[in-house]
Structures are given as C-alpha cells and as structure tokens.
C-alpha cells in the first residue's frame, strides 16, 4: 500500500498569513494526488486534483503543486474560514490512502 | 444539484449487522465509479470500498475484506454496503463518494456505533 504522510500535524496561524502543507507519498503517484478540506461534523469537501488543478468554486488562494512523491498545498492568504483540517489522497492505486490529516488552527 | 445522501447508520452490537445506503440524485450513479470512506471519531479518513460502473469490479480495505460487502442498484440510484460481524473498530461515520479520479462529491455521512 502507498503510504502518505503529512506535515506538520497541526499548524498555528493567523489570518493573512501563507501557509504551506507537505504531503509525501511512498513511492511515486504521478500527479494522481487531490486534496480536501474538512470542517467538524461535515464531508470533506474537494480544493485540488491532479496535485495543481483547482476545483471549480474553490477560491484561487488555494494552490497545489508537486509530482512523483512530494506535493504541497499553499494557501496564500489565510481567511477565517480556512481553519480547518486538511488531508491529502493518492488515487493512484488502490486501495485509494489519505494523509493522516493537518489541522489549521488560529493563532 | 448533486446529492448523496447516506442511511442506515446506527448503534449495532458486536458481531451483529448493518447495511447502509447510499441515495444519489442529480446525476446519474451509472456513469460513475463509487466509494465507502469512513471516519473514526477524531480520527483521520479512511477507504473502505469501491464499486465499478456495472458493480462486476470491487475493492476493499484490507481491515474489512471478508466482513463487509459493496453493492450498488443502479436502476434505484443507491450504492450499499453491508457489514457482517461488525467490531467495535467499525464505529465511525461513514461517507459515500464519487469518483471522477478524485472524489467530487461526498453525502453528508451516517454514523455507526457498534456497542454492547
């Protein structure tokens, strides 16, 4: 199975501040990576597929980079309602795995 | 508007079963591949199960192979799973998903308690 890890765990920031999630993959996914937003007690909710293309009704200070086994996801201007747990997945292969998750929480 | 939404969540004894439903509406379940996810309470996302097009094709997770089955009725517009011998490492919410590569659209989830 594909291993994805991110960093870091949990993230302290300010609005208006860039903030920057790693996720790293086992072995290499192409560009098969997508990442999600979650607030408590809703359904992840689609930002970036393809490790860069931004899901349509995302704001575009969200971005995504990376291939192979290293990806990141940029947010470039923080708003209050970006707090929230991010997770990265690679659909490369099954069975499908997610990152165990980045919470962003207000400093 | 797309819509999945999820039923038949509940609390459940050990060793006991569940099935759970999966209504989608504003497209149609047919043309697209369709996934279980679960959530353990605060804990991170994890896949369970994936059903082709046709429902000939599936995939599971190694912690349910054997013990849960994925299923889907296209003619009704709902993907199922059902869980046998349910544990108590079962318990999260459980979230159904399409897949376009990524998972576009997810229901809102159903929570199952498996407790004596």
């Known amino acids: 199975d594909i291993q994805m890890t991110q960093s870091p765990s949990t993230l302290s920031a300010s609005v208006g501040d860039r903030v920057t999630i790693t996720c790293r993959a086992s072995?290499?996914?192409?560009?098969?990576l997508a990442w999600y937003q979650q607030k408590p007690g809703k359904a992840p909710n689609l930002l970036i597929y393809?490790?860069?293309n931004l899901q349509s009704g995302v704001p575009s200070r969200f971005s995504g980079s990376g291939s192979g086994t290293e990806f990141t996801l940029t947010i470039s201007s923080l708003q209050p309602d970006d707090f929230a747990t991010y997770y990265c997945q690679q659909y490369d292969s099954y069975p499908v795995t997610f990152g165990q998750g980045t919470k962003v929480e207000i400093k | 508007q797309v819509q999945l939404v999820e039923s038949g969540g509940g609390v459940v004894q050990p060793a006991r079963s569940l099935r759970l439903s999966c209504t989608a509406s504003?497209?149609?379940?047919?043309?697209?591949?369709m996934h279980w996810v679960r959530q353990a309470p605060g804990k991170g996302l994890e896949w369970v199960a994936v059903?082709?097009?046709?429902?000939?094709?599936?995939y599971y997770a190694d912690s349910v192979k054997g013990r849960f089955t994925i299923s889907r009725d296209n003619s009704k517009n709902t993907l199922y799973l059902q869980m046998n011998s349910l544990r108590a490492g079962d318990t999260a919410v459980y979230f159904c998903?399409?897949?376009?590569?990524?998972?576009?659209?997810w229901g809102q989830g159903t929570l199952v308690t498996v407790s004596s």
């Open positions: 504003g497209f149609t379940l047919s043309g697209f591949v």
């Open positions: 998903a399409r897949e376009t590569g990524q998972f576009d659209y």
């Open positions: 059903v082709s097009y046709d429902g000939n094709t599936k």
């Open positions: 072995q290499s996914i192409s560009n098969w």
């Open positions: 393809e490790a860069s």
